[in-house]
């Protein structure tokens, strides 16, 4: 898809943005560019019965916050104003969100050079819960198991949460800065570093967004490549989160097996591609390796494996009631939070909000097959590891498919430098809606915004959390599984 | 149901890989090899106009130019297999090694491989007399996509089961031995890598673990990262990769202590 700019009265799109979400419209993301002087704020929209549209306009002094229309651009707009420098009017927290206390106020690192910067020492205030009994609880940035780093503030009284303040962007690497500059042909490179375990689904998404802006289809071997990766990443993802579920409950001889489960599809991936996380795979205009006969039987034997030894583990995990006890109504995340947040992924379909973009807004090879989507109600801990469960059948069934299709034929199409080009693309990675946006000139990327499902999904995770017990928290958090790196770019 | 699970899991096969199997192993890590007799001028000076990172780059160590391939800061892209020398390795020496360790020097005129490094697998009987006690280690994430955290959760699954050589992860940086550090150092975490350093009590072992935690890998140039980590912290011993795999991890963790038992 490639935008077509509309230009109207000063304001436009911040008005059109909010009548299209009070009638309905989800908020996919926003952001700002630049090109040397003029900043532009840009919307992408979710309209029902219409599919994605993106709204654009230069930004002249403050940016008008929607923020009150929908608390899904609370994060998005905070991450305009420290990147860009625009002061928001309307917002109700405009607290800084990925410069810490060690960046100087003032220096806007997409606007400005941003190289060898004093170390400062700012302020940040966390919210203050005040009363009798009532306790804060600081976790992290560096948490107790081998997992990335971020730092959670409780409020308790006794056991019981009343409030949760997430302070992440503690692995802020400059990502979407790294961009500018970079040819074309390099930048899924960088798009594989955004989030290590999602690494194929941040590459495919960028390599279509450069393929939407240059008018470039990738051929159909190479769709279908890029298709059984994709749906390989996200059964290995839900295994391993299953499995982590089962052990945050004390219930290790599943996670064991689950572990194992995802090396043997790592190990096949490893044999029939050369790696193991099916990176440097795809490139702009296709991929660079195609799965010949024998790979294909050595992934398909992989997978119809897993899928049945999973299916017969996760069985056990959720039969036991020493699981379903701490399973169950944990965590409940509430169908109007998912609204109001706009949640995507396994999380928004365990409480009810049936959204997939690979049946909605299909991409690549997912135009040809029916998507089932497994949808819950009860969005409680129980809830998201079905749907995960679930998804993990119907991700074999579709790699089985497409597995069986494969054939010969060109894998690569060229991608001829066009003197400016802009275009986006989403696809559902194994967190969610996963959307790139890209714009350059020349064979070079000028910029390029990531609409992460993590930056997305974590300010519900709160939510979920207040009400519960502390000790829970690990649980709840788990079933999320969200990606910091993902979300702090 | 339980004794279903513990009965399945008595009969299932043994997965675990001896580990004479996977020492200095690479395979699915994507780390380029080269094939020194079949290196020109002009293809080494291709391969380094096509690697992101500089890993491939023209260096004069002494008084002749060659071409040196730094694992350090190799990503695994895989631009370089486009040419004939290049293609991705089955072995890696140098896991666990000095940042040294991990350059390779080839003379492109002679088609020939320069100052040959070995790191000889040590045979298992002598890892486990070295390993006479337990080594805890506390992984540090500093900034890392979390590609490295896969790989080294990895290594407890049942094919590489690190807790049989004695090893195992701590959750606090009190009880550990080893600090296994990834990431390229954010400015944000910069004061937590410190701090972690500081709470670890001596004598203690930092390892550099990735592209990123070698050099700073892709992100080496980003204005909102402080390292490579030996900029802040003294790193003892190196891993590449992009990310590792398990095996490389292994490999690299064992010639540490090795090392250490030498010491």
Not at chain 1, 185 to 204: K, L, P, R, T, W
Not at chain 1, 250 to 276: H, W
Not at chain 2, 85 to 101: D, H
Not at chain 2, 216 to 243: E, M, N, Q, T, W
Request: charge should be negative; include cysteine.
């Amino acid at each position: 898809m490639s935008a077509t700019p509309q230009q109207q009265s000063i304001g436009w799109a911040v008005a059109e943005a909010t009548r299209l979400l009070q009638a309905g419209a989800r908020l996919v993301c926003e952001f700002a560019s630049s090109d040397g002087g003029a900043i532009k704020v840009h919307y992408i929209l979710d309209v029902p019965g219409e599919g994605y549209r993106v709204l654009e306009e230069t930004v002249n002094g403050a940016l008008q916050s929607i923020t009150p229309v929908t608390p899904a651009a609370a994060w998005y707009e905070r991450e305009i104003k420290d990147q860009y420098g625009i002061e928001l009017t309307g917002h109700p927290d405009p607290r800084p969100l990925l410069l810490h206390e060690n960046w100087p106020r003032g220096l806007h690192p997409m606007v400005a050079d941003a190289q060898s910067v004093p170390w400062a020492d700012e302020h940040y205030d966390f919210l203050k819960v005040e009363g009798e009994g009532v306790c804060e609880v600081a976790v992290g940035p560096v948490h107790a198991g081998i997992i990335e780093p971020g730092h959670f503030r409780f409020s308790v009284v006794g056991d019981n949460v009343l409030y949760l303040e997430l302070r992440h962007f503690y692995t802020h690497k400059g990502t979407e800065k790294l961009f500018q500059g970079t040819p074309v042909a390099y930048g899924q490179m960088i798009a594989e570093s955004v989030s290590g375990d999602n690494c194929f689904a941040h590459a495919v998404a960028y390599c279509q967004a450069i393929e939407a802006a240059h008018s470039v289809v990738a051929p159909k071997q190479a769709q279908l490549v890029r298709l059984i990766g994709l749906e390989l990443e996200r059964m290995i993802s839900h295994i391993a989160d299953v499995g982590a579920l089962s052990n945050d409950v004390a219930f290790v001889l599943p996670s064991a097996y689950c572990s194992r489960i995802k090396e043997d599809l790592m190990q096949a991936s490893a044999r029939a591609v050369g790696t193991r996380f099916w990176k440097g795979i795809a490139v702009p205009g296709g991929v660079v390796r195609d799965i010949a006969p024998a790979a294909a039987e050595v992934l398909s034997n992989a997978v119809a494996q897993a899928a049945s030894e999973f299916a017969k583990i996760a069985n056990t995990i959720l039969d036991r009631p020493s699981v379903q006890g701490r399973f169950e109504g944990a965590g409940v995340l509430p169908g109007s939070v998912v609204e109001d947040l706009a949640v995507v992924g396994p999380v928004a379909r365990a409480s009810g909000a049936n959204r997939d973009v690979r049946r909605d807004h299909p991409y690549g090879a997912y135009g040809e097959l029916p998507i089932h989507v497994p949808c819950l109600a009860y969005g409680d801990v129980l809830a998201r590891a079905r749907v995960r469960i679930e998804e993990v059948v119907v991700s074999a069934r579709l790699l089985a498919d497409a597995l069986g299709w494969l054939s010969s034929g060109p894998i690569r199409a060229d991608v001829p430098p066009a003197v400016a080009f802009e275009g986006w693309s989403a696809v559902e990675s194994p967190r969610g809606e996963l959307l790139y946006w890209v714009k350059g000139e020349g064979g070079k990327l000028q910029r390029c915004s990531i609409k992460s499902p993590s930056f997305q999904n974590w300010p519900a995770l709160p939510h979920a959390v207040i009400g519960n017990v502390i000790a829970d928290f690990p649980l709840i958090n788990k079933s999320f599984n969200l990606s910091y790196s993902g979300s702090d770019r | 149901m339980i004794f279903d699970v513990i009965h399945r899991s008595l009969k299932a096969p043994n997965r675990l890989v001896t580990v004479e199997e996977l020492l200095g192993r690479a395979e699915g890590g994507r780390m380029p090899q080269v094939n020194a007799a079949k290196l020109t001028p002009e293809m080494a000076r291709q391969a380094c106009e096509v690697c992101p990172t500089a890993a491939l780059a023209m260096a004069k160590p002494r008084d002749q130019e060659l071409l040196c391939l730094d694992y350090g800061k190799c990503i695994g892209c895989g631009r370089c297999f486009e040419h004939a020398a290049f293609s991705p390795a089955e072995r890696v020496a140098g896991c666990g090694g000095s940042r040294q360790e991990l350059l390779r020097y080839f003379d492109c005129e002679r088609g020939a491989e320069v100052e040959i490094r070995t790191s000889a697998p040590e045979a298992c009987q002598e890892i486990f007399q070295l390993l006479g006690r337990a080594l805890n280690i506390r992984e540090l994430d500093a900034g890392s996509c979390n590609g490295c955290e896969a790989e080294i959760a990895a290594l407890t699954n049942p094919y590489y089961d690190l807790e049989r050589f004695g090893i195992h992860f701590v959750a606090s940086p009190k009880h550990a031995d080893m600090l296994l550090v990834t990431g390229p150092v954010t400015r944000n975490m910069a004061v937590a890598v410190k701090k972690t350093y500081e709470a670890t009590p001596a004598p203690k072992l930092v390892v550099a673990v990735g592209a990123c935690g070698c050099s700073g890998g892709i992100f080496a140039a980003s204005h909102a990262v402080s390292g490579p980590l030996d900029k802040l912290l003294r790193v003892d011993a190196y891993i590449p990769g992009c990310p590792p795999t398990p095996a490389m991890l292994l490999t690299g963790i064992l010639e540490v202590l090795r090392r250490t038992a030498k010491r």
